[in-house]
């Protein structure tokens, strides 16, 4: 299991320490193997396992196989409800007059076509009851031979396996990235770190650990193991660290179950608490901000029990109400309300990131004569803050010139709201004043490079990963906001779920807009052709899975292609067993199953909160086609959500979010070129050393280059 994640984190495979021999038939099954699913493995990685017996080779080829084979989604069988799909595909109409006949057909009667086109479109009929609807009518093996091979194009996706050293040193560089990273993680990279936080306790362990959440999940692991807590220097660790060994969410988003702890547990967490207070009594203030919380934790460690730490029942004190302790942000709020704008920026000046996350509003609130004292707060901060508070104002400031059309605001949930801008933009000087300021701080944090610095351009459009909680995990996913060019002639999207315990039904659908944002078409159960846009079938149980998919030609009218996923019946994309989303691209000759591996342009989990999925929306500009990344969810209804019911709230936080600047890798390397020669990666290798930053590396750069990758663009997000 831990090389496979290492593989699918990373796409380097590590080595083998099985026994030499001669596994060259293996390495060029191997080879072939990979080619099928659209990866292939670097010179040195198939003579590595060339170079194995034939036991081990074999192993390690199996375990590289399944692991890339799950990341592009293909370790199931992605089967289609109209077997000739995308050919074949009926009217809806004459779709459901046909069920309804087999439906009365059965029963012995009969009736005219004309009376059978009544009872569909009249509504009294459920059309989801009709015999044969929404579930597979043929195998996956009768679907595969209904369609012809695969034809091979020059732009189908080959993606390079690495090889790399011993699964232990892979686990612990990958380990003290994750847990060293300056930037929050996903869901999906949490439950990594846990993982090589287990296999990795005994090991190197990072220096710093600047994210919060990560020391929870590295001190639930020491805390079950009976090991001193790292880092832990607010009374909000503790709490986050509670609700990690509690399985409940440790970023504090939403509320904790806490479980019954053991004793010497209890004593570990009270301890920790007396301590941090004991060294700074002012730290209780942060304790009423989740005041019901500590109540409920306060009920499962005891406190009362343990008077060796008084400084811990405090804690529990200023919970219930006992003790008021002011705290910086209620100070600075107060002096807001009563108009003393500056004495706020002054009382914030203490937290420097929580006063540079106030800055727009303090800006917007001062005075002609309290603006100087706001900026020269500001720019006093600006060397304690974290690179990516800096980074997350400037991004801020760049889109406060102008009111925007439509203002988002997206929880960590990834659940987003829209409404209008009402905020009055910034003076244009104030905001170049700003932005110059940032500029030059984060310049000045970024490492010189020891070697020049070779850029592929399709990273430029990477939108900066500031945090992971605004993504999915998967294959080729990128951060909210990124931009990717599409090649092709045809994109065909694919939804894929299997329900937990009961019947679950989820609906891939297409929403077309115009230049304007509104709705151009749709295509969906209910519509099965639009505009050339096909659907494949409705499926309404996937108790052994479900795949759905939609082809779009690239020659569509419209704007933007807004691609979702809607549960209409069942579970949540946090309850199923498993479901996904991604897409293709095919030329119009390749023909082949609905679903290949190598067409695979990136995958995504959806695992988000919500009955209706966004993750990306498709749109054309003058020089063709770009994938940009939403990862964003609606609430929707408990049941029965449909395209056609939320065109509305789509095309407001497409507008929204497409019509933002957001900082992308790009603004990075121009700070850069201040630093170190940057060059634009053309195809040609360097004949010397470079550092790399792309979306993956090509095979044969010269011994001593550093590569940074999709996997690792956050790490270079100044700290």
Not at 38 to 50: D, P, T, Y
Not at 123 to 146: C, I, S
Request: charged fraction near 25%; glycine fraction near 8%.
């Amino acid at each position: 299991m831990l090389e496979k994640l290492i593989i699918q984190k990373t796409l380097r495979v590590p080595v083998s320490t099985g026994a030499a021999g001669d596994g060259t038939p293996v390495a060029r099954q191997l080879d072939t193997a990979l080619l099928d699913v659209g990866f292939s493995a670097s010179r040195a990685l198939l003579e590595h396992v060339g170079a194995l017996a034939p036991g081990p080779a074999m192993d390690l080829a199996v375990t590289v196989v399944t692991a890339v084979r799950e990341l592009v989604g293909d370790h199931v069988q992605h089967n289609a409800y109209f077997i000739g799909f995308p050919d074949d595909v009926p009217d809806t109409v004459e779709f459901w007059t046909d069920r309804l006949r087999a439906a009365v057909l059965t029963g012995g009667g009969t009736a005219t076509e004309a009376q059978l086109r009544e009872a569909v479109t009249s509504g009294g009929v459920n059309l989801l009851d009709l015999p044969g609807y929404g579930t597979y009518q043929h195998t996956y093996a009768e679907l595969l031979a209904a369609h012809d091979d695969l034809v091979a194009a020059a732009g189908d996706r080959v993606t390079l396996l690495r090889l790399g050293d011993t699964a232990e040193v892979e686990a612990t560089r990958l380990y003290l990235a994750l847990a060293g990273s300056v930037t929050p993680h996903g869901e999906a990279d949490l439950a990594i770190l846990g993982e090589l936080a287990v296999a990795c306790a005994d090991g190197p362990q990072p220096a710093e650990i600047p994210v919060r959440e990560n020391r929870a999940v590295l001190n639930g692991i020491r805390l079950v193991l009976g090991r001193p807590l790292v880092a832990v220097d607010t009374t909000t660790d503790v709490l986050r660290l509670a609700c990690q060994v509690s399985d409940g969410d440790p970023s504090l988003g939403t509320p904790t179950r806490f479980r019954a702890f053991r004793r010497p547990e209890r004593r570990m967490l009270l301890a920790a608490l007396d301590q941090v207070v004991a060294a700074s009594p002012a730290k209780l203030g942060d304790v009423a901000r989740y005041a019901e919380r500590w109540k409920r934790l306060g009920e499962r460690l005891h406190p009362h029990e343990y008077a060796q730490w008084p400084h811990a029942q405090r804690v529990f004190a200023v919970a219930r109400g006992e003790r008021r302790v002011p705290n910086l942000a209620g100070r600075a709020e107060a002096a807001i309300r009563s108009g003393a704008v500056a004495p706020a920026a002054s009382v914030l000046s203490a937290a420097p990131g929580l006063l540079l996350r106030s800055a727009d509003r303090l800006l917007r609130l001062a005075s002609a004569a309290e603006r100087t004292t706001v900026v020269d707060a500001v720019t006093g901060a600006l060397g304690s803050a974290s690179g990516r508070v800096l980074l997350s104002l400037r991004e801020h400031v760049d889109n406060r010139l102008t009111p925007a059309s439509v203002r988002m605001y997206a929880s960590r949930s990834r659940n987003s709201w829209v409404g209008p801008d009402e905020r009055p933009p910034l003076p244009a000087e104030l905001v170049a004043e700003l932005s110059a300021l940032l500029d030059a701080e984060v310049a000045a944090r970024l490492p010189e490079p020891e070697r020049p610095l070779l850029v592929d351009p399709e990273v430029l459009d990477v939108a900066l990963p500031l945090t992971g909680k605004a993504a999915e995990g998967g294959f080729a996913v990128l951060p909210r906001g990124s931009r990717a060019s599409v090649s092709g002639e045809l994109l065909r999207f694919f939804t894929y779920w299997r329900q937990s315990s009961r019947r679950t039904d989820y609906d891939l659908s297409v929403l077309l807009l115009d230049d304007g944002f509104h709705s151009a078409g749709q295509v969906s159960w209910t519509n099965y052709r639009h505009d050339g846009v096909v659907h494949s079938g409705d499926i309404t149980d996937a108790k052994n899975g479900a795949t759905e998919f939609i082809d779009v030609p690239l020659t569509v009218r419209g704007r933007y292609v807004v691609p979702q996923v809607n549960i209409y019946a069942g579970e949540s994309f946090d309850e199923v067993a498993e479901s996904m989303f991604g897409y293709q691209t095919r030329t119009r000759d390749q023909r082949g199953a609905p679903f290949d591996a190598r067409t695979v342009r990136a995958r995504s989990h959806l695992r988000g909160q919500g009955r209706v999925a966004l993750p990306m929306v498709f749109a054309r500009n003058e020089h063709g086609w770009q994938a940009v990344w939403l990862h964003l969810y609606l609430p929707g209804m408990p049941s029965f959500n449909r395209v056609e019911g939320n065109t509305f709230t789509t095309a407001d936080r497409v507008r929204a979010l497409v019509e933002r600047r957001y900082l992308t890798m790009a603004y990075l390397v121009d700070r850069w070129r201040t630093k170190a020669e940057v060059t634009m990666w053309d195809g040609r290798l360097p004949d010397e050393p470079v550092t790399y930053v792309g979306i993956e590396a090509p095979e044969g750069l010269p011994a001593g280059s550093e590569t940074y990758t999709l996997d690792r663009l956050s790490e270079l997000i100044p700290g």
